[in-house]
């Protein structure tokens, strides 16, 4: 597959890391495969989960394809962009194309990149996983990789205001693959996949090297780790009315 595209974007996202002031750390680099299929799963942040999640994949030069809504791919920018990366598209009225695309993909030799949770967890605690990721290792028969990020939250997350203020900690753990058998329950390797990345993230949130600047920067921790973050609860709450709100807006 020729890469035209991808190589120039990661340079130009490598100088905007570099001009951010970005501070990273990347465990688990050996746990991503030098070659053949696998799907990387992630936990979901923030707007540049995308860019960040594919660091562990770069020492083996692996490039990841990532599975993305299709209006990303509608934009008139990122659109061309995420095609000459040759990223899935995915319509959530149809998603059997894109799972197909991304099953052919896996067997073809490629890394697929995948967040479980589907949106961004507004809570920046793991929420309700999708079985797709599960459900695609099946059918291609390739191992699952699960992941954890921390820290992209404070640059730009949903219903905040980006904050490109320099030096922030972007921290990334890659935990071992493991191969759900054919035949094997989705519903229980997905279990098993938001287990293995909640110890990634909570070791991330455990080890997250800076501290909020006071009281009105704990906004990007969890609550139940004494952060004024939503819950859980009200997170999902918040989901189902942005949710409702697009449904009228559709209806309209």
């Given at each position: 597959?020729a890469?035209?595209?991808?190589p120039?974007?990661?340079?130009?996202?490598?100088?905007?890391?570099?001009?951010?002031?970005?501070?990273?750390?990347?465990?688990?680099?050996?746990?991503?495969?030098?070659?053949?299929?696998?799907?990387?799963?992630?936990?979901?942040v923030?707007?540049?989960?995308?860019?960040?999640?594919?660091?562990?994949?770069?020492?083996n030069?692996?490039?990841v394809?990532?599975?993305?809504?299709?209006?990303?791919?509608?934009?008139?920018?990122?659109?061309?962009?995420?095609?000459g990366?040759?990223?899935?598209?995915?319509?959530?009225?149809?998603?059997?194309?894109?799972?197909?695309?991304?099953?052919?993909?896996?067997?073809?030799?490629?890394?697929?990149?995948v967040?479980?949770e589907?949106?961004?967890?507004?809570?920046?605690?793991?929420?309700?996983?999708?079985?797709?990721?599960?459900?695609?290792?099946?059918?291609?028969?390739?191992?699952?990789?699960?992941?954890?990020?921390?820290?992209?939250?404070?640059?730009?997350?949903?219903?905040?205001?980006?904050?490109?203020?320099r030096?922030?900690?972007?921290?990334?753990?890659?935990?071992?693959?493991?191969?759900?058998?054919?035949?094997?329950?989705?519903?229980?390797?997905?279990?098993?996949l938001?287990?293995?990345?909640?110890?990634?993230?909570?070791?991330?949130?455990e080890?997250?090297?800076q501290?909020?600047?006071?009281?009105?920067?704990?906004w990007?921790?969890?609550a139940?780790?004494?952060?004024t973050?939503?819950?859980l609860?009200?997170?999902?709450?918040?989901?189902?009315?942005?949710?409702?709100?697009?449904?009228?807006?559709?209806?309209?």
């Open positions: 597959m890469e035209v595209v991808y120039p974007v990661l340079f130009l996202a490598f100088s905007v890391f570099r001009a951010l002031g970005l501070k990273f750390t990347v465990d688990g680099e050996e746990h991503v495969p030098t070659t053949g299929g696998a799907v990387l799963a992630s936990n979901h923030s707007y540049l989960d995308f860019t960040f999640c594919g660091l562990p994949a770069h020492p030069k692996r490039l394809r990532f599975m993305a809504k299709d209006a990303v791919f509608k934009h008139p920018i990122s659109g061309p962009l995420m095609r990366m040759h990223h899935i598209p995915v319509d959530r009225t149809a998603g059997s194309a894109a799972f197909d695309t991304a099953v052919n993909a896996l067997k073809a030799g490629e890394i697929v990149g967040f479980p589907a949106t961004i967890s507004r809570s920046f605690q793991l929420k309700e996983f999708k079985t797709g990721a599960a459900r695609m290792a099946v059918a291609a028969d390739v191992p699952l990789i699960p992941m954890a990020l921390w820290g992209g939250q404070r640059i730009y997350t949903k219903g905040r205001r980006r904050d490109l203020s030096g922030k900690a972007v921290t990334l753990a890659v935990g071992e693959p493991f191969r759900p058998e054919p035949g094997t329950d989705p519903v229980q390797a997905t279990e098993e938001k287990r293995r990345i909640g110890v990634l993230l909570a070791g991330l949130q080890r997250y090297p501290q909020p600047s006071g009281d009105d920067d704990r990007w921790i969890p139940d780790l004494g952060g973050a939503p819950t609860e009200a997170a999902t709450a918040m989901d189902v009315e942005e949710a409702a709100e697009r449904a009228r807006r559709r209806a309209k």
